[in-house]
């Protein structure tokens, strides 16, 4: 009796384990089920599509469902359908998009996607090594005759800038995504009010100004952060002081080189960088840098600025927290808060011409259609058409009637309603939901637009970031397109050396931080040039050379 | 009634050995066919995905890139990535770093439990032991970007917990900048560890404590040995087979030093010298390069040095009277 019911319990535990494993694969095989019945449906809508290939895809005729893969591990996309918006496009568009989820492992996600050939019908993200990857093994659509017959993104993207995004094939894959013709970025300094003010404003405007400012805040106010870097292990920060140094910088950390006559030299031989090096660890030894520069977190950053614990904050992207502290601190006290300055310059530098951040036409990333998407047209078509007035002014200011109302005569303004002043936290709210899904947003048209409003209203009703980019950061960031994409793909021989290279200018700018002497930083520096030549560094600096001047080849036509 | 119900079991596990009933290997595994049910789903499961995936290591010997189909068509390159690997300039420091890291865990974090279950076992008081338990092991389920944000923010020098005590003590004047300095980072690693898997490792120690006759230790006070006499004559000699498979397995596993603990915890740069370790070498230089050969290439020796050493660790127990096989 006893065994019969031993034997029952094993048994029933042996098949519940089994059902679980199965139960776990038959989730995965659904899952993977979908999108193959969607491509086999596909292909016989592409050969109807094809009798009319010479007329444009009409938006909304048919229905047209595709999937999309973020390629960060951050992302993840809001259900489509489930709001207001993505509704509205559904239903009159008759666009669907379904996310393949990344699991917070893109990169894992990714490749078990190619291996297996089954693709994303879109693949948004870094311009680049996976993008060069998916071409190389012919996965990639191209767009060339796409891009001439829709109508937006040739209007609104430079056409430099698109012979920018072509691949060493001569096609254009990419759509891009903010790409724009103008600066903008939000790289620069921020100032503590109520302690400036205390202090009595003195002038604070070259590296000397702001060494005797950050003394006087330190002995002042001990328990306030005199200069806060935000990540410094990211560079945000030690590039800004770095950018002080130096006229016409474009961030040159990104490649540790800079350029020299027509030739690219290493950053540690770089005079300037050498001087900021040696500056930032003497601020650094005298505490005046927050000591948690390399470790600290989002996190820890955020606080200090929230509770006005910081008087001089930089670092490439200053206005989120920025704006946040901003408002929070006004809200107890009018006089607090923060404001931006001019970036801060060396004694003798034209101050026009230092740049703490840069920008570059082709903007921050892009969407590639892959050869599983059974009507890449039909997805180009869609994308054109969200990259364009009436998408954007959807995904930023949202169904007409409640921010906006009508057009202006130049059919592509929006007629904002009293809504879009009053209610600017609904509308902040509303624009970070569709944040997201803005893969291929338009800057130009979407700073135009708010740059036309903005300046109607009074200062004190502008909103924070918007008045600072206005005045500050877009006047001061530089043009660095003509240095984007020199680095090698990584599983080339400058690949494994730019690696290499790559760790020890980590691992460098680092120690230098902590260095006990002025001395000891141009050893750190001195010792990461010998390592990085020793590794085969100006095989690397001499493929930047070669790429920048493709580049220039291309921008000056 | 608990010891009723496990004879009948224990005597027919016995009674493999006598001779009678020893036909052959089929009766035997009939016999206990119940049990042998319950070990197929994990046979299954290392198969699936221990023993299929294996054939995959091939492409450390090839010139492996993502996309070109079947890894087969891949060109052969011989031990190229090998010796790239052995003749890399990080090599020196990512190996020393490995090793010193894992023999600081073992030496540390080893025993560390199993004194953790004999200081537990001694508490009389149930509640209470139940409560230093349930404690003890609770961060093992914390994930290691919350313990690495606990870590950073309690050992910050701005407002961070550790140099405030250490200030309001008067035992530092000022900050010491504790996850920036070299010096620390190991004493770090290890203490983090430790605190971390402790309790949910003294749980299996505990439970061969738990299965030590009690007449024993009636019989040895009886003789007039005293509790430290106890733990040492029965306990400690008790739960030795156990404690020797666990040390076998940590020897296998002495070149994985860690991986997210280093990642998250050494995430300043100027702590690469002494944070690099093997796992972290091949997710950098490797995985996020694409560079999928020499990933492969790296973890493959890591492996075979893994199986050399538990071989050895295993032949040396099997001297001593306990081992694995």
Known sequence: MKNRRKLFVSVMSVLMVLSLLVGCSGNSGTNAEPPKQESNAGQTEEKQ?????????????EPLDFTLFGNYEWYT??????????????????VTIKEIPNGGNNVQKLNTMIASGELPDVIWGERGADVERLREAGMLVALDDYVDKYPNLKKWLDSKALNMLRSPDGKLYQFPNWYTNRPNGNAGWVVNKKIYTELGSPKLETTDDLYTYLKMVKEKYPDVIPFETDLAKDGHGID??????????????????????????????????????????????????????????????????????????????PTVNGMQAHSELTKKDPDAGYFMVWPIYKEGLDKNKIYPGTYNKLGWNAAVITTSAKNPEAIFAFLDWYTGSEGMTLQMWGLEGEYWK?????????????????????????????????????????????????????????????????????K??????????????PETEEGIVHQRVKDTWLKARAQALYAKSDQEALDILDKAHEDSMAAGFQQVLDFYATRWHENLKIING | MARLTVSPDAESGMSL??????????????????????????????????????????????????????FLSSPWVGLKHFKAFFDSPDFNVVMRNTIVISFLKLIIGFPAPIILALMLNEVRKIVFKRVVQTITYLPHFMSWVIVGGMVSTMLATDNGSINMLLETLRVIDDPINFLSMSEYFWSILVTTNVWKEIGFGSIVYLAAIAGIDPHM???????????????????????????????????GNLLSAGFEDILILASNPALRDVSDVIDTYVIRVGINNYRYSYATAVGLFKAVISVGLLTIANYVARRAGNSLW
């Open chain 1, 77 to 94: 996309m809001p259900p489509w359908g489930k709001d207001e918006t993505t509704a509205w496009i559904k239903e009159n568009k008759k």
């Open chain 1, 49 to 61: 599509g094809g009798e009319q290939a010479s007329q444009l895809y009409e938006l909304g005729k």
């Open chain 2, 17 to 70: 050995g006598n001779p009678k009933k020893k036909k052959n290997n089929f009766t035997r595994f009939f016999g206990q066919i119940d049990l042998q049910l319950m070990v197929i789903p994990a046979l299954i499961l290392i198969f699936v995905f221990s023993y299929i995936p294996m054939y995959g290591v091939l492409i450390a010997f090839q010139d492996y890139k993502i996309g070109s189909g079947s």
């Open chain 2, 217 to 251: 230790y009636e019989a040895a006070s009886m003789d007039g040995a005293n509790r430290f006499k106890q733990i040492y004559l029965i306990t400690l000699p008790s739960i030795m087979p156990v404690v020797t498979i666990f040390l076998i397995l940590a020897i």
């Open chain 1, 406 to 474: 009508g057009l202006e005569a130049d059919g592509v303004t929006p007629k904002f309603t009293e809504k879009y002043t009053t209610d600017k936290e609904g509308l902040a709210k509303y624009q970070s939901k569709m944040d997201p899904l803005m893969w291929v947003g338009n800057t130009v048209y979407v700073d135009d637009i708010k740059g036309k409003f903005e300046a109607t209203l009074p200062d004190n009703e502008r909103n924070w970031s918007t008045y600072w980019q206005y005045e500050i950061t877009w």
């Open chain 1, 476 to 489: 001061t960031q530089g043009d660095s397109t003509e240095f984007i994409n020199l680095n090698p793909l």
């Open chain 1, 240 to 317: 800004q002081l770095y950018s002080a140094f130096k006229e016409n910088n474009l961030s040159f950390t990104r490649y540790f080189a800079v350029p020299d006559g027509d030739k690219m030299k290493s950053i540690y031989k770089d005079e300037a960088f050498r001087e900021s090096v040696v500056f930032a660890a003497k601020l650094f030894r005298e505490k005046l840098i927050t000591q948690d520069a390399m470790t600290q977190t989002q996190d820890q950053v955020k606080e200090k600025m929230m509770n006005g614990r910081v008087a001089v904050y930089a670092s490439s992207n």
